[in-house]
């Protein structure tokens, strides 16, 4: 009887110190997940490990009623993560916290400072915290001569269709939220477009400014170089002394005998220069005329070799990815 007894105490003791051990274990775990050195760690480990979904599901970092679409940045492939992320004990304040950590990130080292706020704890056991200001600051990015960027791995982002975008026929201006302790590379890049690559740090939770300056490319203007001579072909292809849309004509006072025949003495070399609402693709050529002229002074004709100089300007849009319209 007393072995029996023995055991059953035994078995008691064992399931509590068990029980315990749960208990300091899962203690251990909460503050080693939920502390507000914790969050920090998860936070960077989310970043670093490509896993913007986890880091934007943390306590506090986004509200779950901000609409998808502006979370764009704070996705995966949009940044370039940290790297040497060494984070510091919490300061607390009663019920508030705050957290330094420094990290390395484009090869420079920084550092940010996180608050934190307590909530109410699980069972009175468990202490459960959150971001008290969002990890996320403010990217504003203005375009000019274009209203598309592009964001790291993320494609083409058409400022026109981004809530809250300021937008022009010729530029644009949208405010995107980031992942503080990220890099971000702005720019643009398609068969037509492009622009100097745009790196930025975000190491708080301020504006940062980012402005890009698009350009057209060798290969659009080379393109339309190429419409543009088919069309000077068809213009001068006219018989008519003031051919149809085209950048040059003859006129006289006198009667004019027969057909014209145009040629073109020089072809206008073009330039894409930006314009107030589109490209326009500038230059100057020479169209040379042949024809007879009849006086009508006296009916004498006499012969005409004439060289007129013509001047262009004339709006280009882009219209997609590798397409234009004059």
């Not at 073109?264 to 007879?292: C, F, K, M, Q, Y």
């Not at 006499?302 to 004339?314: G, I, L, N, R």
Request: aromatic letters at 8%; proline letters at 6%.
């Amino acid at each position: 009887m007393l072995s029996r007894v023995k055991f059953v105490v035994l078995v008691t003791v064992v399931a509590l110190v068990v029980s315990a051990a749960a208990v300091i274990g899962a203690l251990v775990v909460t503050r080693n997940l939920s502390s507000p050195e914790g969050l920090v760690r998860s936070y960077f480990a989310a970043l670093e490990s490509g896993d913007a979904a986890s880091a934007r599901a943390l306590p506090g970092v986004v509200s779950p009623t901000v609409p998808h679409e502006e979370l764009l940045l704070l996705q995966t492939g949009a940044y370039r993560a940290p790297s040497h992320v060494v984070v510091s004990n919490a300061e607390l304040v009663g019920e508030t916290a705050t957290v330094e950590a420094s990290f390395v990130l484009d090869d420079k080292k920084e550092r940010a400072t996180f608050s934190f706020v307590s909530e109410p704890s699980i069972m009175g056991i468990f202490e459960q915290w959150r971001f008290a200001t969002p990890p996320l600051g403010e990217l504003r990015v203005t375009v000019a001569h274009d209203t598309n960027i592009e964001v790291g791995e993320i494609g083409d982002i058409d400022l026109r269709s981004f809530p809250g975008a300021l937008v022009e026929p010729f530029s644009a201006e949208a405010t995107f939220a980031v992942f503080v302790g990220a890099g971000y590379d702005v720019f643009r890049a398609s068969p037509l477009l492009t622009s100097t690559h745009t790196t930025v740090s975000i190491v708080g939770v301020g504006r940062h400014e980012v402005a890009i300056d698009v350009s057209p490319t060798p290969r659009f203007i080379s393109q339309v170089q190429t419409k543009v001579d088919e069309a000077l072909a068809e213009c001068v292809a006219q018989t008519v002394l003031m051919p149809t849309g085209c950048p040059f004509g003859y006129s006289t006072e006198n009667r004019w005998v027969g057909d014209a025949s145009w040629s073109l003495a020089t072809n206008p070399r073009l330039a894409l220069l930006p314009g107030d609402e589109s490209w326009l693709a500038t230059g100057t050529g020479v169209a040379h005329i042949s024809g007879t002229i009849q006086s009508l002074f006296d009916g004498s004709t006499s012969p005409v070799e004439d060289d007129h100089e013509f001047h262009m300007a004339v709006p280009v849009w882009v219209t997609g990815s590798d397409a234009f319209a004059f």
